[in-house]
């Protein structure tokens, strides 16, 4: 993972990345595997953020890996 800027725009600051697919993959399962363990305060207290935040971060994951595995960036099989 490399931190390419980071920018502050508001309250918020945006950070540009770049990742691997399997970096995202990762984030995404461990983000699920909490979402599935605890429980709101607990979610809360260790990221910070609500249920339905992180579950709007996951799913942001979700389809960024999606589009990663559309088809036309799929190698093509070997003969």
Known sequence: ???I??????SVTL?????SEDELAICEGAI????SSLDDDD??????????????????LREALAGLRERDLEPEPVS
């Open 43 to 60: 979610i809360d207290e260790r990221f910070g953020a609500s249920r339905d935040e992180l579950e709007g971060t996951r799913d942001d």
């Open 32 to 35: 699920s595997y909490a979402l």
């Open 1 to 3: 993972m490399e931190t």
């Open 15 to 19: 950070v540009t990345s770049k990742l």
């Open 5 to 10: 800027c980071k920018e502050r725009v508001a």
